[in-house]
C-alpha cells in the first residue's frame, strides 16, 4: 500500500492569505509550508483520493498523480471539497468514469455548492461522474472494503475509515466510543490533530485528546495531519514520541 500525504495543512493553509504564519517560528522549514488537507491512496493497483481541496490541480502535478479510479470526500467544508467543480474536467482527461465516495449528509453539502454537477453529463452516451452514498460500516470502494465510520465535527459528520491496517481521521471533535474496536490493532493512524498543543474548543482535536485515544487503541504508527499555523513542526515535534510523526507535503508512507 502506498500513501502519499498531497496536503497536510488546515482549513486556511500555511501561510494563510496576506502571507500571516499565525504561531510558526520556522519560516524556512518547508515542513511548515503547508497546502489543504488530501491524500492518495494505492493499493493493489485500485488508486483513491481522499478529498479535493483548493490546490487539488496543483498536488497532481507537485506529486506527480497521473491517475485516480475515484474519490472518498470525508465532508462538505471547502477546504476538502473546493477541487469538486474539476472533476469533469479530471475524467475528461483520464477518459474513464470516476466514481465519488460519500455520505448522504456529505452528498447534500455538495449538492449546496455544486448543484449543476448533479444533473446529466454524458459524453458520447458515458457517464462520467457517479455518487455513490456511502454509510457505517463496510463500503465496497473500488474493489475495496473499507469500514467507514462517522465523526462529529461542528454541525456536521466527517467520514472516517479503515482500510487493512490503516485508519484515516480527519476533522473531528471526539472519538465515539463506538469506534474505539474498529481503530484497534492499527500499523498505521493518521489522524487530525488542527490545534496541536492547543486545548481549544472549535470542532478540531489536539495532541493531549489524541494521546488519550492512543492509550485506549495502541497504534504501531501515528501521523498527526490537517495542521493547523498553530502547530509548529520543530516546536510541537519535540513533545511526541517516537511512533508519532506530524505530516508534511509530499510525504510517502509504504505499508
Not at 474493489?143 to 490503516?166: A, N, Q, T
Request: glycine letters at 8%; proline letters at 4%; one cysteine or more.
Amino acid at each position: 500500500m502506498l500513501i502519499k500525504i498531497l496536503g497536510s495543512g488546515s482549513a486556511y493553509g500555511t501561510p494563510m492569505c496576506f502571507n500571516n504564519w499565525g504561531d510558526i517560528i520556522n519560516k524556512e522549514s518547508p515542513h511548515n509550508l503547508r497546502s489543504r488537507f488530501s491524500i492518495y491512496l494505492e493499493d493493489d493497483g485500485h488508486k483513491m483520493l481522499i478529498d479535493m481541496g483548493p490546490e487539488f490541480r496543483l498536488q497532481t502535478i507537485e506529486n506527480n498523480i497521473t491517475d485516480i479510479d475515484g474519490v472518498f470526500l470525508t465532508h462538505g467544508h471547502y477546504d476538502h471539497i473546493a477541487g469538486v467543480p474539476e472533476l469533469f474536467r479530471a475524467a475528461a482527461l483520464l477518459d474513464k468514469q470516476l466514481n465519488i465516495y460519500a455520505s448522504e449528509e456529505t452528498l447534500q453539502e455538495v449538492k449546496n455548492c455544486y448543484g449543476y454537477m448533479f444533473g446529466s453529463f454524458h459524453e458520447a452516451g458515458k457517464e462520467k461522474i457517479v455518487w455513490n452514498t456511502i454509510s457505517t460500516g463496510i463500503n465496497r470502494i473500488e474493489g475495496m472494503d473499507w469500514l467507514c465510520m462517522e465523526f462529529p465535527h461542528h454541525h456536521l459528520h466527517s467520514s472516517g475509515f479503515r482500510y487493512k491496517d490503516m485508519a484515516l481521521i480527519t476533522d473531528y471533535e471526539a472519538i465515539p466510543e463506538q469506534n474505539i474496536p474498529s481503530l484497534q490493532n492499527l500499523k498505521l493512524l493518521i489522524i487530525e490533530c488542527n490545534n496541536g498543543l492547543q486545548q481549544v474548543q472549535n470542532g478540531h482535536s489536539n495532541w493531549y485528546l489524541i494521546k488519550s485515544y492512543l492509550e485506549r487503541i495502541n497504534p504501531q504508527k501515528v501521523i498527526l495531519t490537517h495542521l493547523s499555523p498553530k502547530v509548529d513542526i520543530e516546536i510541537f515535534g519535540k513533545e511526541l514520541p517516537n511512533n508519532v510523526t506530524l505530516a508534511y507535503d509530499g510525504m510517502v508512507i509504504e505499508l
